[in-house]
C-alpha cells in the first residue's frame, strides 16, 4: 500500500471536507477574523470543531485562556488516535515525526484504521495529504465568499455553529450511556452558563460529566 | 488584533499537545481502557456543552418560549444528523428554517 492510496481512498470525502473549510472560512471572516488569520489559525490549528468553536468565543470577546482551554478539551480525542498510529511510524525519522503529528485528523484516522489494523504509515500520510489540502483550500474559497455577504444573522448564518456542534453530537450517539453523557453534560452545562461568567461551562461541564461517564460505565464501552 | 493571534498561537500549541505526546513516544502499551472510555466521552460532553448554552441561554437567561428560532433549529439540525442526514446537509437545513423564523418573527 503506497501514498497513492491514501489519496484515493480519501477522495470521497474531499468534497465535504472542502465545504466544511468554505463553511468555517466563510463564517470566521464574517465574525470579524480577517483573512490571514482565518487561513493561519486552520493550517496552525487544522482542527475543525475546534476552530468552529473558537470563532464566536473570540467574537464575543471570551478570555484568551478560556479559548485556548476550551480548545485543549475540544482536542483531547487526538490522544487516542495519535496512540493508536504511533506503532506504524516506528523507523521514521523522528524530525518527520514531528511534522507528521500536526496533521492527525478524524477523516485520514478513519480512512488508514478502515483499510488495515495497525494503520499503513504511506496510506494515513496520502490521507492526510489529501484532507488537509481540501480543508485549508476550502477555508481559501470560504474567505473570499465571506467577505461578499453583509449581515449574516439575516440568514441564519450565526446559527451554523451550535448546528456544526448538534450535528457532530448526533452523529456519534450510539449506546444509551452516550445519550446519558450528552443529556448530562448539556444540562449541566446551561445551569452552569446561568451563573459563571465567561464560558467556563463549557469546560466544567464537559470535563465533569466525561469523567464521571468513565468512573461509572463499565471499561469495555472505550471501544 | 494582535489578541486574536495570541490566541491562535495558544490554540496551536494546545492543540499540537493533544497530537504529538502520545505520537512521538511511539506507544507500545495501549491505553487503559478507564482513559480510552474518558477521551472517547469526552467530545461527547463537551459538544452539548457547548451548543445547547448557545441556543438556550439569552442574555444571562433561559429562552425555551417555542418563539425562539434557535430552538427550532436545534431540534431540526439534531433530528436529521441522528438520522444518518450529511452533516452539511443537516446545518444547512437548520440554518434555513432559523433565516425562515426570524424573517416571519
Do not use: D
Given at each position: 500500500m503506497t501514498f497513492r492510496d491514501g489519496v484515493v481512498a480519501s477522495l470521497a470525502l474531499v468534497p465535504s471536507v472542502f465545504v466544511y473549510g468554505t463553511v468555517f472560512g466563510g463564517l470566521a471572516v464574517q465574525a470579524g477574523l480577517t483573512a490571514a488569520q482565518t487561513l493561519g489559525m486552520s493550517v496552525l490549528v487544522f482542527a475543525g470543531a475546534s476552530q468552529f468553536v473558537a470563532v464566536p468565543m473570540l467574537a464575543a470577546g471570551a478570555p484568551a485562556l478560556a479559548i485556548v482551554i476550551t480548545t485543549y478539551v475540544v482536542n483531547m480525542r487526538h490522544y487516542l488516535m495519535a496512540a493508536t498510529l504511533a506503532?506504524?511510524?516506528?523507523?521514521?525519522p523522528r524530525r518527520w515525526l514531528a511534522l507528521i503529528?500536526?496533521?492527525?485528523?478524524d477523516e485520514s484516522f478513519a480512512v488508514a484504521v478502515a483499510r488495515s489494523r495497525p494503520p499503513d504509515p504511506w496510506v494515513y500520510l496520502g490521507s492526510a495529504a489529501a484532507i488537509s489540502g481540501s480543508f485549508v483550500g476550502g477555508v481559501g474559497v470560504g474567505v473570499v465568499l465571506g467577505g461578499l455577504v453583509e449581515r449574516p444573522e439575516r440568514y441564519g448564518l450565526d446559527f451554523a455553529f451550535p448546528a456544526v456542534f448538534l450535528a457532530l453530537v448526533a452523529m456519534q450517539l450510539r449506546r444509551r450511556s452516550d445519550w446519558l453523557v450528552a443529556v448530562g453534560a448539556a444540562v449541566l452545562a446551561t445551569a452552569l452558563a446561568l451563573v459563571?461568567?465567561?464560558?467556563?461551562h463549557i469546560v466544567v461541564a464537559g470535563l465533569v460529566v466525561s469523567a464521571l461517564g468513565a468512573l461509572v460505565l463499565p471499561a469495555e464501552e472505550s471501544a | 488584533m494582535s489578541r486574536v493571534w495570541l490566541v491562535i498561537g495558544g490554540m496551536a500549541m494546545a492543540t499540537y499537545l493533544t497530537r504529538a505526546p502520545m505520537f512521538l513516544a511511539l506507544a507500545r502499551r495501549p491505553l487503559p481502557p478507564r482513559v480510552r472510555l474518558w477521551l472517547r466521552l469526552v467530545p461527547l460532553a463537551v459538544l452539548p456543552a457547548l451548543a445547547v448554552p448557545l441556543v438556550l441561554v439569552r442574555d444571562g437567561r433561559l429562552?425555551?418560549?417555542?418563539?425562539?428560532p434557535s430552538l427550532w433549529g436545534a431540534i431540526v439540525v439534531f433530528v436529521l444528523a441522528a438520522r444518518g442526514v450529511n452533516l452539511l446537509a443537516s446545518v444547512a437545513v437548520a440554518v434555513g428554517v432559523v433565516a425562515l423564523l426570524r424573517a416571519l418573527g
Open positions: 506503532p506504524s511510524f516506528r523507523g521514521f503529528a500536526h496533521v492527525i485528523n459563571l461568567p465567561g464560558n467556563w | 429562552a425555551l418560549g417555542w418563539a425562539n
